[in-house]
């Protein structure tokens, strides 16, 4: 109990019904985190396997190991056949760790905004975690392009949302240099064309700016020290 928050000796004695009121809300209140964090801990290993089971049991009150298992699968078939329209079940964002002074490789959290307030998080940055920056120069320059990225969808009233961002190994039909070190992006707005973002953003932006013909909704951004503006036919 003392790992849920609960001291032993609160419950021994003589206790009011107001102590044991409160001493109850709290063990209420941690066991709800505990079970919070179940889903983005459970790596279906055996021994958390075996330890759900045994809770459960002891939940239950279950002398039996099978009872419980099959009244777990009798839960299951019943959550099947609920029809659809019924209510879904509310899921809980994964708590964020204390903002790290400076990104870096070892601090990164996907679900993390890469500035404060801003829509770019590391999820989207890096494809869901599938390209994690290794060096401390890419983590700088994929900040740099989400502060300006902000900026841009904040002047433009728009989010900007993400195609694709950091690579390390992107295509050859892409920029390879821009993308592999962090500071370039596809974007693109909700029903407005590249065109329209692309001269929204031309008098002001001070890196790449491209277009993509067959894509009309596709715009490139990058954070260049060169004011670079082009279109593609293909």
């Known amino acids: 109990m003392g790992e849920l928050g609960i001291d032993p000796q609160q419950l021994q004695g003589d206790r009011t019904p107001e102590e044991l009121i409160q001493v109850a809300t709290q063990l209420d209140r941690h066991l709800l985190s505990f079970i919070r964090q179940i889903p983005t801990q459970y790596q279906e290993t055996e021994q958390q396997r075996e330890a759900l089971i045994q809770l459960v049991q002891r939940w239950r009150g279950s002398p039996l190991r099978d009872k419980t298992i099959q009244s777990l699968l009798e839960d299951w078939q019943q959550l099947e056949q609920e029809p659809a329209q019924s209510p879904a079940t509310k899921i809980e964002p994964v708590p964020l760790p204390p903002r790290p002074p400076q990104w870096t490789p070892e601090t990164l959290h996907l679900a993390a905004a890469i500035i404060p307030d801003s829509q770019?998080?590391?999820?989207?940055?890096?494809?869901?975690?599938?390209?994690?920056?290794?060096?401390?120069?890419?983590?700088?320059?994929?900040?740099?392009?989400?502060?300006?990225?902000?900026?841009?969808?904040?002047?433009?009233?728009?989010?900007?949302?993400?195609?694709?961002?950091?690579?390390?190994?992107?295509?050859?039909?892409?920029?390879?240099?821009?993308?592999?070190?962090?500071?370039?992006?596809?974007?693109?707005?909700?029903?407005?064309?590249?065109?329209?973002?692309?001269?929204?953003?031309?008098?002001?932006?001070?890196?790449?700016?491209?277009?993509?013909?067959?894509?009309?909704?596709?715009?490139?951004?990058?954070?260049?020290?060169?004011?670079v503006r082009w279109q593609r036919h293909r």
């Open 120 to 227: 770019f998080t590391w999820a989207s940055a890096t494809a869901g975690g599938q390209f994690l920056p290794t060096d401390r120069e890419t983590v700088e320059a994929v900040v740099r392009l989400a502060q300006l990225a902000q900026l841009a969808s904040d002047r433009l009233g728009h989010p900007l949302h993400i195609v694709g961002w950091y690579h390390p190994n992107p295509s050859a039909n892409q920029w390879r240099d821009r993308h592999a070190v962090g500071d370039a992006m596809l974007v693109y707005a909700d029903g407005i064309l590249s065109n329209q973002l692309y001269w929204a953003l031309d008098p002001w932006w001070q890196g790449g700016l491209g277009r993509y013909l067959p894509y009309p909704y596709l715009l490139y951004l990058d954070a260049g020290q060169e004011r």
